[in-house]
DNA sequence: ATTGTGCTCTCTATT
DNA sequence: AGAGCACAAT
């Protein structure tokens, strides 16, 4: 396994003395070195599976390490500390509740509960949400968290500042109330456990003798400073990252922890892994000629032992909508050759981009798989079902008291409400033991919704989860209302899924090697480490102790939005943001929207930093591609139902131009017609003319041929006529005899692929 | 008092 | 596109 590796990465594996700082550039093994060190460790320096942590960001990254590491060594790899900052922190705070002042049951709140919270808060509060947009108040908040400021150690002078505190300090109090934390607090509550129990995190840091990070550049203060109590005196931490792809500052990462990391831990023992395996030269130039132009670098330099290979294809279109029926057309013509569909991915800045992209993909028939976006479990029938779960699990749980108090309506309007809201208030009770004190119709609905989730709370107690969870869906009503809405059916199914879900929760627990029913038995006791003896749920010493299913799978939704969705085998194209990209690669790439304002982001124009940001995401982005890069923009596009112009990214710009394969003409020559009529289109959906649609000189090689059918020589350019379509143009022309096909932009309908064997064509000119 | 409808406003990225 | 709000209809 050692020897396949190049001189630095063995080097990076094999680290022997002390602490490490591992530089990683994109493409350079990065992965690699990590899994194997883990190996090497286990198998060589004969370390117990049991006494490694390795911390990633997402979860995608952390099933990514544990499958290499599970197809390396015969060991059950679930049981492993490997996992991301977030879900380990929920493991160690489950496991030690009580230091940590938290009920076992504690739910996670995602950023739609967060803001939901603050609202209800500001509501209460009566402050005025103009003044304080409840947006602003959750970036206040987390930053402070994620500053390891609680309320009373933030710095506030002026009164704006003082009154934001006060909502902090507020929210705190509620968030206590109530049994909940969101992810800042997560990690946050973990780091104040370990350091107020010198007892428990002398406990891990005797556990723990090697600590492996991975996307190191991305950590913030607060995680830094977990790091830092979970290594012992005794403990090695093993570092890995690259501050060109740190991408995550908007969420308080610091790229200054590698350069604090060197200074506190790792003091010259820096390794810097600068051979790019993944991509051809052409793509590894183009990103170190972009990635050059900012400042405050640590350096590096990428190189690569394959050829030039393709120059990058950059290609300029009308519209949004032809931009994306080209990138559809190209990855068909890649499919043709050969290639594989998973092995292309579709990347854009932001996720609202990928509906026009969807449909394109759609009408064509490409099978395609969306990351990110709006996912399985924050979609709203979703959301509204988890309520009614976690309900089932805590009745004190307010904000999910609230989402489905009235939903399906039942009778419970805001007027009620109030009330109830009144009398918890006063007695302070949560609001469902605050029920019996409102009188009248509405009062004897809430009666009758407590006692809808008193059964539900029974029946958690002996049906199995994925049974509960349809019981729920059923006496809920909310199968009945999505069943008489209009476009219901789709949420009907989603509901359906979320108990395949439950199920397949169900069997992958009874098989992990780490239940959720982990129990803290006290570790000063014999006992020499809580997780390693956890009884699976439902073994009898841990019963009273142990974390129900449901619990366990309120958490896991919380913190796993649903990236790991029905992956059902088939190969298909891959959408997803830049962001999720990180860490992953393709044979093709289309680089997506690199227009000014849209990437870079205008957000981020007007500030230094913003911009040095938004490049290292469009370096991330390069450096995805294997083998083949097309970047493509548009001129127009529709944007929060407004057309807008834009200019070419200067991203594009900062690539030298000998790297680039212009395939429209050259963005400041072009001269495009018929921008007008697009903009006034009615309906926002294709030019109404063929005439924005150049191919520009050199596009691909499909068009140039002609292909003759039934007599007649179609190629690109010719002018059609369809009796359903309307008159059209051909744009390419493929195969031949009985699979020759040809693309062809109609005026009415758009760009449709038909088979001219079968197709009824008169041709026009 | 509650529910449904139509209008405005916002909208970067992730755990 | 989705959420929040005002208004009308029950």
Redesign the pocket.
Known sequence: MIEQLNPYQSQAVTHEDGHALILAGAGSGKTRVLTTRIVWLIQQKLISPHAILAVT????AAREMKSRIAAMLPINVGGMWVG????LCNRLLRAHYRDANLPQTFQIL???DQ??AI?RILKAGNFD?SKF???DVLRFI?SRKEEGLRPDAVQAQDPYSLRMVEIYRLYEAQCQREGVVD??E??LRCLELLERNPVISQHYQQRFQHILVDEFQDTNRLQYRWLQCLAGPRSFMFAVGDDDQS?????GARVGNMVDFERDYAKGHVIRLEQNYRSYGHILNAANALIANNTERLGKNLWTEQGEGEQIRVMELASDHEEAQWVVDEVRALIRDGMSRSDIAILY????QS?VLEHALFTSGIPYRV?????FFER?EI?HALAYLRLTASLDDDNSFLRVV?FP??????????NLTDQARTYSTPLAQAVARVA???GS?LVQFCGLIQRLTEASRTLPLSELVDEMIEVSGLRAYYQTQRDGSERLENLEELVTAAKVFEIEQSFSGLPAGLTPRQINQNSPDPFEQAPAIGQADGVDEALSPLVAFLAHA????G?AQADDGTQAVQL?????AKGLEFDAVFLTGLEDGLFP?E??IHERD?LQ??RR?MYVAMTRARERLYMTLAQSRM????VRYSRASRFVEEVPPEHLKWLSARAADNVWLDLAPMSTATSGRRSSSGAGFSQGPGATTTMARGVEVGGVQYRAGLQVSHPRFGEGTVLTVSGAGLDAQAQINFADVGVKTLALGIAKLTVLS
């Open positions: 960001f997402t979860n995608k991301t900052f977030h879900g995602d950023n739609t803001l939901a609202k949400e947009p409840p947006r987390a992810f800042a997560l990690l991408i995550y500052a908007f969420r800045r932001s996720n609202a509906r990351y990110g976006g709006l996912r709203q959301k009235n309506a039942r009778g419970i309007g805001a007027r009620t409400l109030e009248g119709k509405a609905s919380s913190l796993e939005s990236d997803m943001t830049v962001h999720s982001h957000n981020s913003g940001e938004e995401l944007l929060h139902g407004q």
